[in-house]
């Protein structure tokens, strides 16, 4: 698959095939992190991987999911919940731009994961205090975001915005999601 394959088709996913996502994968999504760019080559962005069950299941109630879709279709049902969640951690003892550099990570790992048909769902709507104490996060380790991976067990697509959409996700009558995008003569013009 291209990258530009890869851009078109790596939506937020939701919910899971319960299969838990192999180590090799989750070495690539650690090396796609590793290897992101960033200021000044700071490097400060560190993850937590949380493969258990028992962990995941821990997690699970301390994040938010899809603010635009009502609970109970937003929200993933037992039998449809991620098996791996990853904790993105900013080390603010180095200096910088941390969201700048955070975000190219999540970018990279997302995409990584994408590539071995992993789906992702970045939150940074989450329970920071609690997530914290659960994470053992201390002094200059700050929580950026919980970015929950699986297998999809839904599809997602690029859809047209309109008037009446939108920037709003929404469920088709499959319960897959569409995602209203704008046009690119409304990204961007030329000088």
């Known amino acids: 698959m291209s990258v530009m394959e890869l851009l ?52 699970q109630p301390m994040v938010k999911w899809a603010a635009y879709l009502p609970p109970e279709e937003g929200f993933p049902k037992e039998g449809e919940q991620p098996t791996l969640f990853v904790a993105v951690v900013q080390d603010t003892s180095i200096s910088g731009d941390l969201d ?44 950026h975001s919980m970015v929950a991976l699986g297998y999809p067990s839904h599809s997602a697509r690029v859809v047209p915005m309109t008037g009446e959409t939108g920037v709003n996700y929404y469920l088709d009558e499959n319960r897959d999601y569409c995602v209203p995008k704008r046009s690119k003569e409304e990204i961007a013009r030329y000088l």
């Open 100 to 143: 700048t550099d955070t975000g190219i990570a999540l970018a990279n790992l997302t995409l990584a994961a994408w590539a071995k048909g992993v789906g992702s769902c970045i939150m940074g709507s989450i329970d920071r205090p609690r997530l914290t104490e659960l994470l053992g996060l201390t002094g200059h380790q700050k929580l």
């Open 8 to 59: 078109a088709s790596r939506r937020t996913y939701r919910r899971f095939e319960q299969k838990p996502v192999p180590q090799d994968v989750i070495d690539d999504l650690i090396e796609a992190v590793r290897l992101s760019s960033c200021g000044a080559n700071r490097q400060a962005v560190r993850l937590i991987i949380v493969n258990r069950p028992e962990d995941v299941a821990r997690v």
